[in-house]
């Protein structure tokens, strides 16, 4: 089979993964790149054997179906719509935009041209996210009744060129930024959420820049920064959330599920391995095997030394797959809509001191098939 041709516009920071990803697959390939700064996109170009282009000429190019959108939250819509009326289907960071109110028009843009939206993250895919589901599905914790996820941190501002957008300022924080990952790994096991409520506080209201470029700078701080809160799942299940970037440390795992059998505690959501453990009933923990599964093995050495599994643009392979099969794709549009909703749903929840009812329709996605690598998504 060709591969699927993917343009990819916005060559910062998280390009780079996602460019790796395109390296390992025989099924897709990054046809040309591009970005507002042309020496961006020339570097990656050069770095990982691709064309670097302007904007307008990837999205003039007949060959690619698929342009991945890895521009900052605030032009993610823009782009996004740029992309479709070009007739080209989208892939997009989350969130799918910085506002859920720019989610349903780009949506409805899509789908009115027969197009499709995907979005990050995909991590959910990976081998530790899906052995972990199999062993719900398969019974072995019960009925889920409740959970708890947790992420704590100082801030995350290191990851950024500029972390006062992303961290600190209006359309940032730790819930719109780091959200995603667990909302998502959440939905993956239990289906669509119905209603979510916070307390939403901003504890810490001047702080100062700690890494980049504007290490020393005494920035305001715009958004609430630390939330606890819970979300109602359809399915009846409830489950605690923290998220905050006012705290330097603590003893809380990343994601735990409470079933009437046994308990799962699941791994960091922001990658796609590890050793999730479950317990029967009151027994010890035990590790899950997830050798089963693809995407799994850590291919990444973190700045602290750890390793971690890494196969950001998996997302990608089975969009472009499904599309060549008829089939829904898994990380898809609606369900980064409905996950952006519960996010937003927090602080308005806090705000206005009521529940939110999340109103956007999604689908638990189809559980990846067991298997060694991206073959799967042929099947
Ligand atoms: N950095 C990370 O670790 C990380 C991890 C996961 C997800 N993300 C997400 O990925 C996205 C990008 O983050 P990043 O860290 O790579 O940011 P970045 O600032 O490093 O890169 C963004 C790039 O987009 C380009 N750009 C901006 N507007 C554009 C436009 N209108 N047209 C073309 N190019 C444009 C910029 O010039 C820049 O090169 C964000 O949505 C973020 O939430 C980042």
Redesign the pocket.
Known sequence: MEPVKIGI???????DWYLRGAQRSRLIEVKAI????PE?AQAKAEAFGTRAVT?DELLKDPEIEIVMN????M??A??SHQIIDAGKHVYV??PITAHFSEAAPVLKAAKAKGLRIGG?PDTFLGAAHQAARGLVDAGTIGRPVGGAVTFMTRSSAH???NPTF?IFKKGGGPML?MGAYYLTQLINIMGPIKRVTAVSTNGIPRREVIQGPLTGEVIDVEVPTFHNGAIEFASGANVAISFSWEVHRHRRSHTEIYGTEGSLSMTDPNFFGGTPQVTNAGGDWQDVDISAYAFGTPNRVMDDGRSEADYRMIGVVDMAMAIRQNRPHRANGDMCMHVLEALEGFERSSLEGRHITIETPCERPAAVPKGKDEEIFLD
């Open positions: 516009i916005g060559t910062g920071n998280i390009s591009a970005d507002i700064r961006a904007v890895l521009t900052l939250p032009v993610h823009e782009v960071e989350k990050a990851r950024y060129a992303f930024d």
